[in-house]
């Protein structure tokens, strides 16, 4: 408080504008947090931000994926991380869903992936020839639609592989297909779980795909759904021998070497009178020095000549990187 308000504060004491009692009474009650026993908070906010960090990574492999499979454009965003019980999330499904249960080896359990029927149909159209543009009406899906969308998600799980490398070695496989959600319990009801809501946009249609993942199943790598073991990792050094099979890897690859010994600039007309033996003049540069380009930069400067009457160019000059050649 400054000098002017416990002044004032005084007098209206002096000249009792203001009880003495009334300031001296305290809240004695306790502050009471409420508690939800139906939804107990089993994962904290700095492992939900984990999950988000690790979903956002599939989200931009399958978007990668996808857009090549489906030759559409694609976009996958995160909308929410939470946690809730199984039962807030398996009564909101709809029926017919499309509900894909993957086993999460070596951890227990299975998770469950949940991608919005309209998205679905919209996949199948595609897939079968179709711009996938065109509503379709809600029904079940067909054998041969379902060995699709089979084959699909299995490529789909190799993603969640890659995302979750960080964390764990994940050996994840499609166990099935589920269409009734009443056929896909794979926790009791009260379980608590996280839940991964994402916005999965293609072409024009857009729909919802949720991950949903059982506590019991991610209590063996709680420890590791931090940040700082996220960063940690995805920086790790390589050892000397990573550093020498890349490096051989490197030595051993083919790059295309092209001496350019001149050019020249002809005419359309001149192109069409071509005949047999008739001889283009290039523009040499000076010296009777050609470029040496590596791909299609130039790397040396080479000096043109013959040996064992083949011709051959002899490399008087290397060309550092950034240096201008030829005004260019």
């Not at 490398?165 to 297909?177: A, G």
């Not at 994402?198 to 931090?226: Q, R, T």
């Not at 003049?281 to 000096?303: M, Q, R, T, Y």
Request: aromatic residues 6%; proline residues 4%; hydrophobic residues 40%.
């Amino acid at each position: 408080m400054s000098q002017s308000e416990i002044d004032a504060l005084l007098s209206a004491l002096d000249s009792g504008e203001v009880d003495v009692e009334e300031i001296q009474e305290v809240d004695t009650s306790k502050k009471i947090k409420k508690y939800d026993f139906r939804n107990p908070q089993k994962i904290s906010k700095e492992q939900l931000r984990t999950l988000e960090i690790i979903h956002e990574n599939f989200g931009r492999y399958m978007q990668t994926f996808l857009t090549g499979y489906l030759r559409a454009p694609v976009k996958i965003s995160i909308l929410t991380v939470d946690q809730f019980a199984y039962s807030e999330f398996s009564n909101a499904l709809s029926n017919p869903a499309f509900l894909s249960i993957i086993d999460f080896s070596p951890l227990n359990g299975q998770i469950l992936l949940d991608i919005s029927t309209n998205v679905i149909y919209t996949i199948i159209d595609r897939l079968l020839g179709g711009d996938g543009d065109a509503r379709q009406e809600i029904r079940v899906f067909t054998e041969i639609e379902l060995s699709l969308l089979k084959k699909m998600m299995q490529r789909i799980v190799i993603d969640i592989k890659e995302a979750w490398s960080n964390v764990i070695e994940l050996k994840p496989i499609l166990e099935k297909i589920e269409t009734n959600p009443q056929f896909a319990q794979v926790v009791p009801p009260n379980e608590t779980i996280a839940l991964i809501t994402m916005s999965l946009e293609i072409s024009s249609v857009e729909g919802m795909m949720n991950i949903c993942i059982p506590y019991i199943l991610l209590e063996p790598v709680l420890d590791k759904l931090n940040t700082k073991f996220w960063f940690t990792t995805s920086t790790k050094e390589h050892t000397k021998e990573e550093i020498k099979v890349i490096r051989e890897r490197i030595l051993q690859t083919r790059v295309p070497l092209v001496a350019q010994l001149g050019s020249t600039h002809i005419s359309v007309r001149d192109i069409l009178n071509l005949s047999p033996g008739d001889v283009i003049k290039l523009h040499n540069s000076e010296n009777n020095i050609a470029d040496i380009k590596v791909g299609s930069n130039v790397k040396f400067k080479g000096e043109i000549g013959v040996i064992n009457k083949k011709m051959a160019v002899k490399i008087v000059e290397v060309v550092k990187e950034g240096e201008i050649v030829n005004g260019k």
